[in-house]
C-alpha cells in the first residue's frame, strides 16, 4: 500500500468520475477507487447517503458492498472520491472528521469551475497533505 506516493489512475476513469460528479449534481457524489500500491484500476461509484450538497456518506449498505468486493479481489482501497458541488477541491472540516481510512487517498473534484478542479490529499490524524494526482492514457 502507497499511503503518501502518488495516486495514478487512468485518464478515462477520471472522465467516469468527472461524468459521476455532474450526474449526483445537485449533490455530491462519492465512490470508492480499488488497486493496488496507489494504481486505481476499478472506479466503484457509491450512493450518497446524505443526499445534500454539503456533504456526502457512503450509504451503509452500498459500502459493505464495495468493501467487500475490494476484498474478494484481493485489492485496496486506494482512494475515497467526493465532488463539491461548489466549493474548492479542499477537504472540508467534515471531510477530515470522517476520513476513517488513513492509508487511502481522498480525492476531490470541485465543480464550480470548469473545468473541474481535481485533487488528491492524504488525511490522517486530522492533518491534511496533497498527494499527486498521476493520470496516465
Known sequence: MVADGPLTLPR????????????GLPNEACGILAGLDGRATRFLPAVNG??????????????????????????????????????????????VELAAWPDAAYMIVSLGSEPPEVKAFAIRDGKISRRELDIVD
Open 50 to 95: 446524505e443526499a445534500s450538497p454539503y456533504f456526502y456518506s457512503i450509504e451503509a449498505q452500498d459500502l459493505l458492498r464495495i468493501v467487500l468486493d475490494i476484498e474478494d479481489a484481493d485489492e485496496d482501497i486506494v482512494a475515497i472520491y467526493h465532488s463539491h458541488v461548489e466549493s474548492p477541491a479542499f477537504p472540508s472540516r467534515t471531510d
Open 12 to 23: 478515462d476513469m477520471l472522465d467516469q468520475i468527472v461524468a459521476h460528479a455532474r450526474a
